[in-house]
């Protein structure tokens, strides 16, 4: 059924959201000299390969962007149309072609750059379980990810240490504990959250793995 649900949907959405895309695609390509669109390596269902799509939010470099570190969301490397569509979620539209042949669903963890791979333990691997997808848990108590990005001094330092093994503990969570209907919600909660009319603890339920995000951010200023 999820499966069904994510071509119809995303049939129905590249169809709908066409002239928004359009629209944004004209704007990336007459504020900033580069492709329209980017694609990196990353990994979904199974830990497999694919090439995931978006529209371009940086400096046409392609290959800093491809091989980039984890960088603060003021950086200069964004283009100020790629900070608004980051904020806005415009820039993941044309993952909708993900969804549509498969590398991806609507819900599931975010998916991985395979050059991470190497930090994932045996049990971490199980996020690989499922399709990666645009949004999930993580992604929502994350959605202020690029603040806390811009607090810190080394952001690939503190995304490896603290932001990824929690995002893996909230996908492992939603694993756990997904179910049709409740994907459906988290497709809510995500368009709520853009606008801040959804709480943490509307999306996860544990609240002993919603208090470990309040820990992390205490380190900031003190360990990074």
């Known amino acids: 059924m999820k499966r069904l649900f994510d071509i119809v949907a995303a049939a129905i959405g590249l169809i709908l959201f066409f002239p928004v895309m359009l629209v944004v695609a004209i704007i990336v390509k007459i504020t900033s000299p580069g492709p329209v669109l980017f694609s990196q390596k990353r990994l979904?269902?199974?830990a497999k390969e694919f090439s995931i799509y978006k529209f371009r939010s940086m400096v046409s470099n392609e290959q800093?962007?491809?091989n980039t570190v984890q960088i603060k969301g003021s950086s200069n490397e964004i283009t100020s149309i790629g900070k608004f569509m980051r904020k806005t979620k415009l820039d993941e539209l044309?993952?909708?072609w993900n969804i549509l042949i498969g590398d991806m669903s609507f819900i599931g963890p975010r998916p991985e750059l395979p050059r991470r791979?190497?930090?994932?333990?045996?049990r971490q691997m199980g996020i690989f379980q499922v399709r990666s997808g645009i949004s999930s848990p993580a992604s929502i108590v994350f959605s202020d990810e690029e603040y806390l990005m811009n607090q810190v001094k080394d952001p690939e330092k503190f995304y490896i240490e603290q932001i990824m093994p929690y995002k893996i503990e909230l996908n492992l969570y939603y694993i756990k504990n997904q179910s049709f209907l409740g994907d459906i919600w988290l497709i809510v909660a995500t368009l709520l959250k853009i606008v801040n009319r959804v709480n943490n603890e509307d999306v996860v339920k544990d609240k002993e793995l919603l208090k470990q995000k309040e820990k992390m951010v205490s380190l900031i200023?003190?360990?990074y």
Not at 117 to 122: G, H, P, Q
Request: proline share 6%.
């Open 117 to 122: 791979l190497k930090y994932y333990d045996e």
């Open 94 to 96: 044309p993952q909708f």
């Open 64 to 66: 800093r962007e491809k």
């Open 44 to 46: 979904t269902k199974g």
């Open 221 to 223: 200023g003190v360990e």
